[in-house]
């Protein structure tokens, strides 16, 4: 099927046309037609990663919307900056023709642009929930011309403490009208259907899952190492033994990443050409869009990353996804490994990628956990042969070198720390024992003593 096949506006599909997309991939097969149906029912769609999900939710919305009416019509909710950038970069993409006004709601930026562009007659919002109920308590933002909601990622936002957020902006949208709720992610759980069941009658909730038996994209390569001790000199033995074209590295903490992006560049020239940038929380978003606007540039070939980039983004051609450090939930592995391996081009295909985790002793419990949601065994490999230390420049062995001495140093005083915790707890707690014995001995011994004293 091609999209012209569909009932979908001319406008719209010169526009994908010109993007290099003609035919639909099977969750926007199955879920526009819906979409675009006159019954008011809601959607639930699960599909891997880099499946093409926006578009699935984006086209039936950009159709319904009335280019005439300048008030907000459809409202899609995103967890982050980021996720909300793309999506509003894929709503422009196919409104070219149809001159819709997309605007763009989310935090560390000013908020009077933002408040400007509505009242020119933003007619899609896309926005992060603190920011959204933020205009709507000022009174900037109004529900009532609002025909379609969508969640995108909206298990990732509960994750991130969006609940009570999520709850109040659907009990405000539901109050006076009743649009259509869009939800879609990778990951589909009891919690996220909990949620629409109870804004809607689950009769008129219609479930589109594409991920079959398994979650993680097919031409994905996963493999995981086991690290006991030199975890940094024994990632640089892997992406010497890889060489990847462009990565993105995730780590489970904001300060690692910067840290980690620091000494990959100082070992950059080693034998491998290694230019790296990180993103984290802390980033102002000014700088945050730079670092991604570099690496889709490709004056970036690597990405030191938290779970930031983990959801929806899309990056082309990203050779290998590194695991620095694996994360804490499952589901988040999903959506880490599926910036690799994803839809391009008018053929729809598919360039191969490689998903590599480091698993340190006390995190292969994690990696159960993860393949028992795959329903899949990652291979096991062994770390590359050592690199020759003769050929590396002298600087850079030496940074290595202290770098490891550094991580003994801190693991030995932090082992010290808590023995002399210990020792200092037993200490107290035999001081506490004496003297409750001594107490209890004098309580019983009293008379005794006062007689001995007189």
Known sequence: MLFNEMDINPQIIKALEENQIVSPTEIQEKSIPHGLSMRRSHIIGQAKTGSGKTLAFAIPMIEKINPENPNIQAVVMVPTRELCKQNAAVFRSITKYKKINIVEIYGGVSIRKQIEQIHNGGQVIIATPGRLIDLIK???????????????????????????????????????????????????????????????????????????????????????????????????????????????????????????????????????NLNAGFINGDLSQAKREKTIDMFRKKQLNCLVATNVLARGLDFPKVSHVFNYDLPRDPEDYIHRIGRTARVEGIEKNVTNGKAISLVSTDHRVL????????????????????????????????????????????????????????????????????????????????????????
């Open 138 to 272: 000022r009174g900037k933002v109004k529900f009532k011309s609002v025909n379609f909601i969508a969640l995108d990622e909206a298990d990732r936002m509960l994750d991130m403490g969006f609940l009570p957020d999520i709850q109040f902006l659907l009990l405000d949208a539901m109050r006076d009208i009743s649009p259509r709720l869009f939800l879609f992610s990778a990951t589909v759980f009891d919690e996220i259907k909990k949620l629409i069941y109870s804004f809607t009658k689950k009769d008129m909730v219609h479930e589109i899952n594409v991920s079959r038996d398994s979650l993680t994209v097919e031409n994905c390569d996963q493999y995981a190492y086991y690290i006991e001790k030199n975890k940094l000199w024994n990632f640089i033995k892997i992406l010497n033994d890889e060489r990847p074209e462009f990565s993105i590295i995730f780590t489970k903490t904001k300060r690692n990443a910067e840290k980690l992006c620091n000494k990959l560049n100082n070992v950059s020239e080693l034998n491998f």
């Open 367 to 454: 990696l159960k956990k993860i393949e028992k949601l795959l329903n899949y065994r990652i291979e096991r490999r062994n770390i590359p042969t050592p690199l020759n230390m003769k050929n590396i420049p002298e600087k850079y062995a030496s940074n290595l070198k202290s770098s490891q001495k550094n991580t003994k140093r801190k693991r030995k005083n932090r082992i010290n720390h808590q023995i002399s915790e210990y020792n200092g707890q037993k200490t107290y707690s035999k001081n506490r024992i004496n003297k409750k014995k001594k107490k209890k001995y004098y309580s019983k011994n009293r008379q005794k003593i006062s007689s001995s004293v007189k």
